[in-house]
C-alpha cells in the first residue's frame, strides 16, 4: 500500500509489535526474574498507546482503501494477539493493489 494510510498503518502494526515485545519482555521479568513490575508499568503504557494508534490506522486506512467489513474486523482482531497485527499488514498489502501509474498520452496513443 503506497497511500499515506498505508503507510501509517504500516507504521503502526511495526509500533504495536515492537511494544508488546517490550511488554512480554517486562512481564517475563516482573514474574520470572526480578519480581519487580516497572517494565510492565512502561511498556504497558506504551503497549496501550500503540493499540489505540493502530486502532486508529486500521480505520482510517480501511476508509481510504475501501476495504470490506470483514476485513476491518479481521484487522482489529489482529491488534490482540501478540505479532499478529504486523501479519495482518503483511498479507493485507500483498492483496491491497497500488494505484496504477498514470500512462503517458503517447504510450497512450499506440
Given amino acids: 500500500m503506497s497511500s499515506t494510510a498505508g503507510r501509517w498503518f504500516r507504521y503502526a502494526a511495526i509500533a504495536e509489535t515492537f511494544s508488546w515485545v517490550g511488554l512480554l519482555i517486562g512481564m517475563f521479568f516482573k514474574y520470572i526474574v526480578v519480581k519487580n513490575d516497572i517494565g510492565v508499568f512502561v511498556f504497558g503504557r506504551v503497549h496501550g498507546a500503540m493499540f489505540v494508534f493502530y486502532l486508529v490506522t486500521l480505520l ?3 476508509r481510504v482503501h475501501r476495504w470490506s ?3 476491518l474486523v479481521m484487522g482489529g482482531a489482529a491488534s490482540i494477539p501478540p505479532f499478529l497485527g504486523l501479519l495482518f499488514e503483511r498479507w493485507v498489502a500483498k492483496r491491497t493493489p497500488d494505484a496504477a501509474p498514470a500512462e503517458p498520452a503517447v504510450a497512450a496513443a499506440r
Fill in 60 to 62: 482510517w486506512t480501511a
Fill in 69 to 71: 467489513f470483514g476485513r
